[in-house]
């Protein structure tokens, strides 16, 4: 019902900066939740930030914390990532995800998801 499409992703030097998007198409952006994962090679997908429909609220995992900065544009059916302070850890694909319920912060929690890009710090 929602297909979700990402870009941004990217190689950088530790220290830089990218700005990823998810744009959406479907049933109406506004009625989910967004967040983003990341998951490594050999790692687990792990929860990165998530924010709900309003913008209202926002919950950051504590390894992002200060440095990423989840936003949305409802208008234009976009979710963004701002990172900032890249460190060679933050090296992963990165997937954008839609839930109906509220600010969920694991993996099952989401319904819909994008088909991921790659982010690679260097040192």
């Known amino acids: 019902q929602v297909q979700l499409v990402e870009s941004g992703g990217g190689l950088v030097q530790a220290g830089g900066s990218l700005r990823l998007s998810c744009a959406a198409s479907?049933?109406?952006?506004?009625?989910?939740?967004m967040a983003w994962f990341r998951q490594a090679p050999g790692k687990e997908r792990e929860f990165v930030a998530t924010?709900?429909?309003?913008?209202?609220?926002?919950y950051y995992a504590d390894s992002v914390k200060g440095r990423f900065t989840i936003s949305r544009d409802n208008a234009k059916n976009t979710v963004y990532l701002q990172m900032n302070s890249l460190e060679p850890e933050d090296t992963a694909v990165y997937y954008c995800a839609a839930a109906y319920k509220l600010l969920p912060r694991t993996p099952g929690g989401y319904n819909y998801w994008g088909q991921g890009t790659q982010v690679t710090v260097s040192s």
């Open positions: 479907g049933r109406t952006f506004s009625s989910y939740t």
């Open positions: 924010i709900s429909w309003s913008s209202s609220n926002t």
